[in-house]
């Protein structure tokens, strides 16, 4: 069975970091692409970072750009995302994806996501 955990999230204060891990098991880590999204209830989902597994390329959205950085540990299964100088409105619920196919940072045909895992950051 196909499953994706995260971890790392958690309450910080604005210009804090948290470094978010995605482990995956029971899958081949042989997806075109993978990445995370975030939501805020109420609002739909945004991408925020992805990275193509085969040649390493990575994608982010605006919003997040020199802050964020995404990698991965093909040999341990695992996705990172790294976050830096936390704002306010990067509060949400993280998710990391598989996905079968990935515009810039965004996900699409998402083959299996993970349950995620809280950002809370304060003024």
């Known amino acids: 069975q196909v499953q994706l955990v995260e971890s790392g999230g958690g309450s910080v204060q604005a210009g804090g970091s948290l470094r978010l891990s995605c482990v995956v098991s029971?899958?081949?880590?042989?997806?075109?692409?993978m990445g995370w999204f975030r939501q805020v209830p109420g609002k739909e989902h945004e991408g925020v970072a992805t990275?193509?597994?085969?040649?390493?390329?990575?994608y982010y959205a605006d919003s997040v750009k020199g802050r964020f950085t995404i990698s991965q540990d093909a040999a341990k299964n695992t996705l990172f995302l790294q976050m830096n100088n936390l704002k306010v409105e990067d509060t949400a619920m993280y998710h990391c994806?598989?996905?079968?196919?990935?515009?810039?940072?965004?996900?699409?045909?998402?083959?299996?996501r993970g349950q995620g895992t809280q950002v809370t950051v304060s003024s």
């Open positions: 994806a598989a996905a079968g196919y990935c515009y810039e940072y965004n996900l699409f045909q998402i083959n299996v």
């Open positions: 029971g899958y081949t880590y042989s997806s075109s692409c």
């Open positions: 990275v193509y597994t085969k040649d390493g390329s990575t």
